[in-house]
């Protein structure tokens, strides 16, 4: 149980594009997802919660209008990088939890983005 | 100070040695602890979890747990070359639910 998935695994695009990840829990329903973000050589550093029916919660620092989150239904939600830059180029990584009352985070496979 | 801290390593150890992994924490609050493993290029891969002071076993693998020192430690054992990963420490933060990471030990285990 408790299996994450991420599509793509791979995108390449072009400087200005935007890109569509989804996070998907598989086999159980997760009201809150969470989205990270990792350069080479650096630890986990999260981005946004996503919750089910609400808007994301935001990190400092990380643009809301440029990482554009929705988790429209309790299996599945979207972080859209918009306008995407080189310096976006990066390793993005979901979890979600399997109930609201535990902590235990299950990880999604990663989607490696990289911005021509 | 770092939320969560541990030695980046690397930490090299032969095969089928006991590989100790060490992690300390600055939220006296925390109530759980996480271990996750990461190789090049993945995403993390939870290990174990433990909640009470003293060991936790599963397989190869002993969780321990000193919240009045406030460390964590992850000891494998019989270690493998397919051992060889980034181990990420990992505690919520008693305030906000967040999963606070380690900068991650880098283990390499040699055949």
């Known amino acids: 149980g408790a299996v994450v998935s991420q599509h793509p695994s791979r995108v390449i695009c072009k400087s200005g594009t935007s890109v569509k990840i989804e996070c998907r829990s598989l086999?159980?329903?997760?009201?809150?997802m969470f989205w990270y973000r990792q350069f080479p050589k650096q630890s986990l550093m999260l981005m946004a919660t996503?919750?089910?029916?609400?808007?994301?919660?935001?990190e400092q620092g990380v643009e809301k209008d440029k990482f554009l989150i929705n988790h429209a239904s309790l299996t599945l939600s979207t972080l859209t990088v918009t306008s995407a830059h080189p310096e976006d180029s990066s390793f993005y990584i979901c979890?979600?939890?399997?109930?609201?009352?535990?902590?235990?985070?299950?990880f999604g496979p990663g989607t490696r983005l990289t911005v021509l | 100070q770092k939320e969560v801290e541990q030695n980046s390593g690397p930490l090299s150890v032969p095969e089928g040695a006991i590989a100790s992994l060490n992690c300390t924490y600055s939220d006296r609050g925390s109530q759980s602890f996480f271990w996750y493993r990461q190789y090049s290029g993945k995403s993390p891969e939870l290990i174990m979890f433990?909640?009470?002071?003293g060991d936790k076993e599963d397989g190869r693998f002993t969780a321990q747990l000193n919240k009045a020192s406030q460390y964590v430690s992850l000891l494998i054992r019989d270690s493998q070359p397919s051992d060889s990963a980034t181990y990420l420490c990992?505690?919520?933060?008693?305030?906000?639910?967040?999963?606070?990471f380690g900068q991650g030990t880098t283990l390499q285990v040699k055949p």
């Open positions: 979890s979600a939890i399997l109930a609201v009352s535990t902590d235990t985070q299950y």
């Open positions: 433990i909640y009470s002071n």
């Open positions: 996503s919750n089910e029916g609400s808007k994301a919660t935001y």
């Open positions: 990992a505690v919520p933060s008693s305030n906000t639910g967040k999963l606070i």
């Open positions: 086999d159980f329903q997760a009201t809150t």
